[in-house]
Structures are given as C-alpha cells and as structure tokens.
C-alpha cells in the first residue's frame, strides 16, 4: 500500500467524518498512477463548490388571487433610454486551475461516499472542451462506477465490504484482505454474485465492466485500464490500496504486467561483496545472485500492486484470487518455494549492437516447488517443479494451473483462492451462461 499524494487535503478532512461505504477515491491509482495518465492541463473547468442558484426565491411566490386584475392592467411601453449599455450577465463561477486540481477536490470527495455528489462533479465536467482523451476516459470511467453504485443492493453490499475492509485489514496482504471481505459479503446476495457468471458472455468487454464492477462494490475510483499500473483505488485516510484487477476465462494465461531487468538492478539488490562475487565468483555463484537479481527486481516493479483476479468455469463456480505479489513473491523465494530459472531459446527475443553482434535476451521461468512427499537418495524432500510465471514478450503471465494455485495458496504468504460454487437452479445458470451482452443495445440505445 502506499499513501496517495493529494496535496495537503488530509489536514482539510480531519474534522470529516467518513461513513463506511461510499465512491472510494479512485486515488492511487499509479500514485496517480506511477505517471499520472490523467493529468495535464484543461483549462476553464468551473467552480467545484455548491453553487445552488437561489433566484427562484429572491422573486417570491406569483399573486394568483389577483392574476387577472393584473393582466388587465395596461402595459407601459418599453423605454428604450432606460437600458443598461451592457446587459446584465450571470455571475461566471470561479475557475479551477486544470484536470489535476479537480481531480483532487473528485478524490477528497470521494472519500465521504456520497455517491450523488461525485456524480455532480463528473456531470460539470463531462461537457467542457478540451479534455485530452486519458481525461475524458478518466471523467468516464468513473461516471458508469458511480452509476453502477446507484443501485440499491450494490450500496448496501459496499457498506458491508468497506466497513469489513476498515475493521479488519491486514495491511501487509491488502490483496488478500478484500477478497475475503468481497466474498463473504457476496456469498449472502446471489444476484450480485451471479453477475461475475454473466461477465464470462461478455467477450472482450468483460475485463473493462469487471473492473468498474469491482470499484463499485469497494467504492474505489477507477485509474486504469487493465495494463501496467493500477486500475481500481481505494482510499482510506492514513492508506491506500492499489488494485490491479483481471477476469480470465480460465487459469494458466493471466497477463501480470510488462517487466524488464534495468543495467543499474546489481547495484540496488545486492551489497559491494555479492557485486563483486557476481562477477568474479564461481559458475555456483554468479548463478544464485543473478537469479536473486531477477527476482528482486520484479518484486520491486509490482512493489504496490494488488492483484484481484477472477475466472468463472463451466460450473459456474466463481475463483477469486488475492495476491499481493510484491511480498509473497520475495518470501516463497527465500523459503524454497519458487525456483527461478532463465535459458535461451532459437526465438528468444534479441538485439543486433552498433557493431553487428546478435545479443540473445534470456527467457524467464518461474516454477512452483511442491513436495511430492517422497526424498531424494540423499534424504532430501522429493520437489516437483511446476509452472507458476512465465515471461513473454516482455510480459509476466501467471500460467499456473488451478490445482497449483490451490496449493500455493495453503503454502505461500499474501496469496488466498476463494471458491464460490454456484447454489442455484441449473437451469438458471444455463440463461447466465448465456447471458450475452447486445450490441443493438449499445449502438442504438439513446445517449445519456
């Protein structure tokens, strides 16, 4: 978890008093995200403050009973003479200085949970000229989670996650901490939960309404789109958690992010000594302090982020994985559970130099070590290498297996699977499964 940086706004909210469930800041989200995407200038965006407009009671109530004596009364002619040289404006409200400063005042709000009143602040800024296209995704976005937030039933089940989320997080596994509070709170509502089986007809759309699903029912914002950063924030006062968020169809191809080892990673990860030995020492040597290198490194990269992965079978069971993968990652290495291995292949990905030599990138492996509950000769636990992280076109995959994530999640730290079968009317679930999205709807349905 890491603290979102929203200038100086957590003095202003002290006197405030948060109510358990609301819109949670989308914050965090790339520490605005890591390179805030959805900063950058707009312009004249308008006043954030309440601006009622109190015209209608400075003009007093109409005098009915005596209406028609009045318009039998004649008309004075229009003195021409009388008229101001400038007509009389309306009062232009005071200016925000650009797309960032109101993003901050859309998280401070945020954090109080009032639905109606982040859907205000969209609403005065989804019509302004010249927002950029990460801006205007950004106003979007977060429009249809708060939409989806209107919903009775998602508010309530918000109320009870946050509250338990509040209560009772551990803040060293966040991950794992809302997958617990998210299933439990969905295991009592079935039509929330089922809603995770009608995503899985959802084609390619699937992965964008699980996310903003998911922000509804935490009230987080949403910052991201599915790629390298963070794509859901939640927002507390003193913390934030980070939320990368996927739904697969199934294990064994779940994208993690890009990643690649930096020239400098050496001198980050390990002391002048193992520097020295990882250039000097013995084949043995070099070999343990590379593969700890790489895997530092990855940890490093994906330090803040929280995985909530999800995939609904043929049965309609719905698996939820917590993983925060920065610290689980470091603490199975060193406890023997993950082995780290590197090669090169005929189609490993390479670089030609300025002087024309083929330099090789190495292909990463990173397989599960489950004991097989036999010994070696030499007495040692049996261990069985199986797939766990792949890395492909500069990308983690996370190829796992389900049985394997089921074993490394009674093995491994910050790391849970919750099952969710499904209770209800076979029947039932077949209109689910089938339950596919209509592009007549989306093309044709008449514009908000």
């Not at 015209?55 to 007093?60: K, P, T």
């Not at 992965?207 to 789109?225: E, F, N, P, S, T």
Request: glycine letters at 8%.
């Amino acid at each position: 978890m890491k603290n979102y940086v929203i200038e100086n706004w957590l003095e202003d909210l002290m006197e405030i008093e948060t109510p358990f469930a609301g819109g949670q800041p989308d914050a965090m989200a790339g520490q605005a995200p890591t390179t805030d995407p959805y900063g950058g200038p707009l312009g004249n965006i308008g006043n954030m403050g309440n601006t009622a407009d109190t015209s209608a009671q400075n003009m007093g109530d109409p005098d009915i009973a005596n209406q028609d004596q009045m318009q039998n009364q004649a008309e004075p002619e229009d003195d021409v003479n009388d008229d101001p040289m400038v007509p009389d404006m309306p009062e232009e409200k005071s200016e925000v200085k650009d797309f960032e400063s109101w993003k901050n005042d859309y998280l401070k709000e945020s954090i109080k949970g009032d639905t109606q009143k982040l859907i205000d602040m969209l609403s005065m800024v989804r019509d302004k000229k010249g927002l950029q296209p990460v801006q205007k995704k950004f106003v979007d976005d977060n429009w249809n989670v708060q939409l989806i937030r209107q919903n009775s039933n998602v508010d309530k089940a918000s109320k009870d996650i946050r509250r338990n989320i509040k209560d009772q997080l551990d803040r060293n596994n966040p991950a794992t901490s809302v997958v617990n509070h998210m299933s439990a709170v969905l295991e009592t509502d079935p039509i929330l939960n089922n809603i995770f089986i009608k995503l899985d007809g959802y084609g390619a759309l699937k992965g964008d309404l699980h996310r903003k699903y998911i922000a509804a029912l935490l009230g987080g914002v949403q910052v991201g789109a599915g790629g390298n950063t963070e794509d859901v924030v939640y927002n507390e006062r003193d913390y934030s958690i980070l939320l990368s968020t996927r739904f697969n169809y199934q294990w064994g191809e779940v994208m993690l992010g890009s990643w690649n080892m930096k020239e400098d990673d050496p001198d980050r990860h390990l002391a002048e000594p193992e520097k020295k030995r990882l250039e000097e020492g013995s084949p043995e040597e070099k070999d343990v302090l590379r593969r700890r290198v790489i895997l530092e490194s990855i940890v490093e990269q994906f330090e803040t982020r929280a995985f909530v992965v999800m995939v609904v079978d043929e049965t309609g069971t719905i698996y939820s994985l917590g993983w925060d993968i920065a610290g689980s990652l470091k603490t199975a290495y060193t406890d023997g559970r993950l082995i780290v291995k590197t090669s090169i292949a005929d189609n490993s990905d390479a670089m030609i130099t300025d002087e024309g030599e083929l330099v090789p990138f190495m292909d990463l492996d990173i397989y599960y070590a489950k004991e097989t509950g036999e010994q070696n000769e030499d007495g040692s636990p049996e261990v069985e290498e199986l797939p766990f992280i792949e890395k492909r076109n500069g990308m983690l995959f996370l190829i796992a297996e389900l049985k394997t994530i089921q074993e490394a999640a009674t093995s491994m730290q910050g790391i849970v699977l919750k099952e969710q079968p499904y209770n209800g009317n076979p029947s039932d679930l077949q209109v689910l499964q089938k339950c596919v999205y209509s592009s007549y709807d989306l093309l044709l349905k008449s514009c908000m």
